[in-house]
């Protein structure tokens, strides 16, 4: 299974940034629609379910965000874990590992994906191999010190290491 974060992994959140720090989720889904899905996303999404990979996100945000990119990307996407489903959020692995649990997988079989140092924490906790996403990044320096199992700069380097290792 692949879990991906959400912010700066899938989607550019940066616009809404300060938002999301206020807690004003109304106004974060008000600007959903303006905000940009990462060159390559669909598409990677799309390959891996249909390679048979299970998909998941996890996200320190509420669980309607990454919903609404759900049902507007039309993304394979079963397993939603947010803010509200979890008591203790990233670095600590609960998220991960509630989805691991719905999907009735093991650590071993999991894959996690992010962009911030608290990532590579969470999916160290969980026993996952850790991804680090910098294409979201501005700099990449704390992910990097982070020691994720592998990082990469673009969505298309990711794509071609997940479809080699993962794609079944």
């Known amino acids: 299974m692949l879990i991906f974060d959400f912010d700066q992994t899938l989607v550019d959140t940066s616009p809404v940034e300060a938002l999301r720090v206020a807690r004003r989720w109304k106004d974060v889904m008000?600007?959903?629609p303006d905000l940009k899905v990462y060159d390559?996303?669909?598409e990677l999404l799309g390959e891996l379910q249909a390679r048979g990979q299970k998909l998941?996100?996890?996200t320190k945000s509420p669980d309607m965000v990454p919903r609404a990119f759900i049902r507007a990307h039309r993304w394979p996407i079963d397993i939603v874990v947010g803010?509200?489903?979890v008591r203790k959020r990233k670095p600590d692995p609960e998220g991960l590992l509630l989805a691991m649990s719905q999907a009735k997988e093991t650590p071993n079989s999991c894959v996690?994906?992010?962009d911030q140092p608290?990532?590579?924490e969470a999916s160290r906790a969980a026993g996952m191999f850790a991804i680090g996403t910098a294409w979201g990044v501005n700099d990449p320096t704390g992910l990097e010190a982070s020691k994720p199992d592998a990082i990469f700069k673009t969505v298309a380097e990711c794509r071609a290491f997940l479809l080699e290792k993962f794609g079944r």
């Open 56 to 58: 998941a996100i996890v």
């Open 40 to 42: 390559g996303v669909n």
């Open 112 to 114: 996690h994906l992010g």
């Open 83 to 85: 803010y509200h489903q």
């Open 118 to 120: 608290e990532d590579t």
């Open 30 to 32: 008000a600007r959903a």
